[in-house]
């Protein structure tokens, strides 16, 4: 029977770590019947959180994708949810998730409010143009403020936010909320996991709160209805409740309002509203723009439906090893629909791969479907080539989607295999962990030989490194963490380089004249330009030339840290019919950018990370002191809770140990969150040290 993608829902729940998103999902898979049993994130059996590093620290470091089914207004929907990480480490696993998904749910803490990875999420979210709704989490804690926390995603996210629900008490006085659309309170049955709860009027002391924020939630809508603002105005008790969530799911899936709604998922109570609201305010595959992508062969944009009716293509947005099924590749279904035991076509590779086996998912568990339609989320095994973000279609309506970007790594760290019989078990280990995770890079430092394996962070190395000793049997030994230093062009240079060589016989010759200029910031790589009239240069030997220049882009001229980005002009150059190649010409390349990248006046840049620091007031000094001494640059300073909020950007490089030094400042009282913010010029003072460091590196390992 064809599925109604009407009651379909792709969404994602994230937030910033600890907000209490694995714990929310656990308690959906409990109400709606997947599980029987309430797994805890603190005891090591959360569902979603199957791996055992994640078990051990209580933590989601893998973005889980599960299927629940729940009963709306008489209708089954079935809704995909992907549990994401919060931790800064793993934000590449909420990056690949965001640009599949049609709805999300963004969890706050009601005690922290807006955390600096809650503005990350919150970005990527209006990156990929997601609706949203909010859930004010942990009501039940002392120091729960809805109001302030709704204040906040207004103010620092720039939210058009509209709380449609208020909360009955604060702390260990909470009990359940009021449903300002339908004018009920709702309390949770606490003997029985709050899987049951009552609807009941208003408490009359709650009655005026509970009108001015119904009316606040008319107003927002009156903003872009014109039907409920005529009756807001002229015939106020004759607006529906039918009506005023029609006008929410419209708005919503607009981006124009986020409903915010609260409740304790530890404490069982408002999880079933989570997912009224899902069902409710969310847009199904049928609801969102049609996805638009490149025909490989014309080059033209093509349109494709959510239409099982249309030609198949899907988006890989996620690789996983798994012990017993082999390589499994993630996707999401945008058209047409796919069966075991045929063929698509990979848009990246082109490749014809089989799909031997589709699983519908659920954590690291996999039921076995016969096939896949548009809207839907699952996992395929049986592919040869296959990388995240990869177009999987129809072979005679082939089409590229968008790929997936993923930032830079700014941490490295270079390992050995404690024993040499493992070398060829790493290399193993690093390119299927590699496969799995587009943020972990791994090369082979010029300078020192060394194996470098580079991420987004201490954390993320450190689970790499684990998971290789767990799941591959290998033991390393490794060295301390180390910056990703990068290096950039400043100034445009024009270069003549001739490469010429005579040993008897044929002799190599090959002559270039080409601009080398700083790249476009934020494009990463080479933008080649070749402006070469006349055949001064045969066609054939440019790629060469090309090559050349990017092979020397991985080694900087100030101290061998690869050229983010650079532009190059070739404008002439000369051949000998002889003794011209293209390995002379690629030679010539890499000799002529060495030279000319030393005369473009070439800069140190370094990780800048953007920190939020928490202490008490009378320490406050102490800290702002300790980040200045650290290269710091505070930014802004506020309140919350009696607590100081200081805000500010600082180097990488000075920052490691940081969580140590603020215990000590603060006795135990600080707690620092920090993620990736931009590359910044080091300044000269320190350039010397950095490039002395790397060269007694290098004297050390020979």
């Not at 001015?212 to 009756?231: A, F, G, H, P, R």
């Not at 993923?406 to 590699?434: N, T």
């Not at 140990?657 to 000590?664: A, D, F, H, I, P």
Request: aromatic share 8%; hydrophobic share 35%.
């Amino acid at each position: 029977m064809k599925k109604n993608l009407r009651y379909t829902r792709n969404i994602g729940i994230v937030a910033h770590i600890d907000a209490g998103k694995t714990t929310t999902t656990e308690r959906i898979l409990f109400y709606t019947g997947i599980n029987h049993k309430l797994g805890e994130v603190h005891n090591g059996t959360a569902t979603m959180d199957w791996m055992l590093q994640e078990q051990e620290r209580g933590i989601t470091i893998t973005s889980a994708a599960t299927c629940c089914e729940w009963i709306y207004n008489n209708k089954k929907y079935q809704i995909n949810i992907i549990d994401t990480p919060g931790h800064v480490d793993f934000t590449v696993e909420v990056e690949r998730s965001m640009r599949i998904l049609d709805g999300m749910v963004v969890l706050f803490s009601a005690v922290d409010g807006v955390e600096p990875q809650s503005e990350t999420v919150w970005r990527q979210a209006d990156k990929y143009s997601i609706p949203r709704i909010a859930f004010v989490n942990k009501m039940d804690r002392q120091g729960a403020d809805f109001l302030d926390v709704c204040f906040q995603i207004k103010n620092i996210l720039g939210a058009n936010s509209v709380p449609i629900q208020i909360p009955i008490g604060y702390g260990e006085k909470f009990k359940g909320v009021i449903d300002l659309i339908s004018n009920q309170a709702i309390i949770w049955d606490e003997d029985n996991y709050g899987m049951t709860y009552q609807k009941i009027p208003i408490p009359y002391d709650m009655k005026k709160v509970a009108k001015k924020y119904k009316n606040n939630i008319l107003e927002k809508l009156s903003e872009y209805d014109d039907v409920i603002m005529e009756k807001f105005l002229y015939n106020y008790s004759s607006i529906s409740e039918e009506e005023i969530i029609r006008s929410l799911q419209k708005n919503t899936i607009q981006m124009k309002i986020i409903p915010i709604l609260c409740g304790s998922s530890f404490k069982n109570k408002g999880v079933q509203t989570i997912l009224d609201a899902i069902c409710r305010y969310l847009p199904s595959p049928l609801e969102i723009k049609n996805v638009v992508g490149i025909n490989p062969v014309t080059q033209k944009e093509e349109i494709r439906k959510s239409d099982e009716n249309e030609p198949f293509s899907a988006l890989v947005f996620k690789i996983s090893s798994d012990p017993f099924v082999g390589r499994l590749a993630f996707f999401r279904v945008y058209s047409g629909k796919i069966e075991t035991g045929t063929y698509s076509l990979n848009s990246r590779s082109k490749n014809r791969e089989r799909i031997s086996r589709i699983y519908q998912m659920h954590a690291n568990k996999q039921n076995p479907i016969k096939k896949i339609g548009a809207g839907d989320i699952a996992a395929v095994v049986g592919f040869k080539n296959i990388k995240t973000g990869d177009t999987l279609c129809d072979e005679n309506y082939p089409i590229l989607l968008e790929n997936i970007s993923f930032p830079e790594p700014v941490i490295g760290l270079a390992i050995e295999p404690k024993y040499k019989s493992d070398i060829d078990k790493m290399s193993l280990a690093l390119s299927k962990l590699m496969e799995e995770d587009p943020s972990l890079q791994v090369r082979t430092d010029s300078y020192t030989g060394q194996t470098i394996i580079s991420g987004m962070g201490e954390l993320h190395l450190e689970i790499i490194l684990d998971r290789m000793k767990r799941e591959f049997r290998v033991e390393v030994n490794q060295g301390k963490p180390q910056v990703e230093y990068k290096e950039a062009l400043t100034s445009s240079i024009e270069h003549r380089e001739i490469y010429k060589k005579q040993t008897g016989g044929k002799g190599k010759y090959a002559d270039i004249l080409f601009v080398l200029e700083p790249g476009d910031i934020g494009k990463p790589g080479l933008i080649f330009i070749n402006n070469i009239k006349g055949g001064s240069i045969p066609k054939e030997y440019i790629p060469s030339v090309e090559k050349g220049f990017k092979e020397m882009m991985k080694n900087g001229p100030l101290s061998g840290y690869e050229i983010d980005s650079a532009k190059v002009t070739i404008l002439d150059g000369s051949h000998h019919p002889v003794d011209s190649d293209q390995l002379s010409f690629e030679l010539a390349g890499k000799l002529g950018f060495r030279e000319a990248a030393k005369k473009a006046k070439p800069v140190l840049l370094e990780p800048i990370m953007k920190l939020e620091v928490l202490v008490p007031e009378e320490n406050m000094g102490d800290v702002i002191g300790d980040l200045n001494r650290r290269r710091g640059l505070i930014q802004n300073m506020n309140d919350r809770n009696n607590i100081k909020i200081i805000q500010a950007l600082a180097p990488l490089s000075e920052m490691f140990g940081y969580v140590t030094s603020l215990r000590t400042l603060s006795s135990g009282r600080g707690t620092t969150t920090m993620e990736y913010s931009h590359y910044d010029v080091v300044p000269e003072s320190i350039i010397d040290n950095i490039v002395m460091n790397k060269y007694n590196n290098k004297k050390i390992k020979q």
